[in-house]
């Protein structure tokens, strides 16, 4: 039994398929293809997991507009879907048998942003900045302290770019974030930053059912211009690859001190 398979057994699992406009075209007219010319060459119909979609997307599709991403149900396959040993040596799902619009659960748009393909938020999450949240935060004032909230849920394996050494190493999500708080430790303490709270999550009583986080910290900047002194820095650059490899989604929201209190509001 692969790791694969074990894992299947587990939990459900969705993979994903990236199609041309042509072939989602087809694939709706006939019920069911073989797939694009790669896969018919190759005799199985490519998928990639929610960690591998983006880089297949960058890799095969760069520049190409008008892509449309399919979801499925690996189990809802059965056997003849096998998870084989692909690109940078990890294993992909790929399907002997042809591609069914009936087996399709979902599919959206992939619109090209910047030259970057913009993916869901359930295969992408939310894990680096939108340029125009990035522009918002630096249009408001630099020279006050602020507060940043962390909220990270942590992929259950880190996916490094095919390029990283430890691309082939399985390290866990934690593993991976571990390594980025270790690398960006001594850059956070020279610009003066500091962690001030920590907590543990425990459930959420007013909110999505399904947000769930595994890491939940405060930390704070003397002024933003520290903060951004350090996103630009190209040390913590290298160190965000590690975040990037390990987060499935999070949220980072700025605040400004203020005294607490007795009451609320």
């Known amino acids: 039994m692969t790791s694969r398979e074990g894992r299947a057994k587990r939990a459900p699992m969705r993979i994903y ?17 073989p797939g694009a010319p790669i896969d018919v060459s190759d005799g199985f119909v490519h998928f990639s997991t929610a960690d591998q979609a983006q880089e297949t997307a960058a890799k095969h599709f760069a520049g190409e507009t008008g892509l449309i991403l399919a979801a499925l149900e690996a189990d809802d396959l059965g056997d003849a879907l096998k998870w084989e040993v692909s690109r940078g040596g990890a294993e992909f799902p790929h399907l002997y048998a042809p591609l069914r619009m009936s087996d399709v659960i979902w599919h959206a748009g992939l619109p090209l942003e910047d030259g970057t393909h913009v993916f869901p938020e359930s295969v992408a999450g939310h894990v680096d900045p939108t340029r125009a949240q990035f522009d918002t935060f630096k249009a408001l004032d630099r020279d006050q302290p602020i507060e940043m909230l962390n909220l990270v849920r942590l992929r259950e394996r880190a996916a490094y770019a095919s390029d990283h050494p430890l691309a082939g190493d399985g390290l ?38 399904d947000e769930q986080w595994d890491l939940c910290f405060v930390a704070r900047y003397p002024t933003a211009h520290a903060f951004l002194e350090m996103v630009t820095d190209p040390d913590y650059r290298e160190a965000a690859k590690h975040r990037q490899a390990a ?7 700025r605040t400004a001190p203020s005294k607490g209190g007795a009451s609320f509001g």
């Open 172 to 209: 866990s999500g934690a593993e991976a974030y571990a390594n980025y708080g270790r690398d960006t430790q001594p850059i956070l303490e020279r610009l003066g930053g500091l962690i001030v709270w920590r907590g543990r999550f425990q459930g959420t009583l007013i909110g999505p059912a």
């Open 17 to 33: 398929k990236i199609l041309r406009a042509s072939e989602w075209a087809e694939l709706q007219a006939k019920g069911e293809i």
């Open 247 to 253: 987060v499935l989604t999070s949220r980072l929201i």
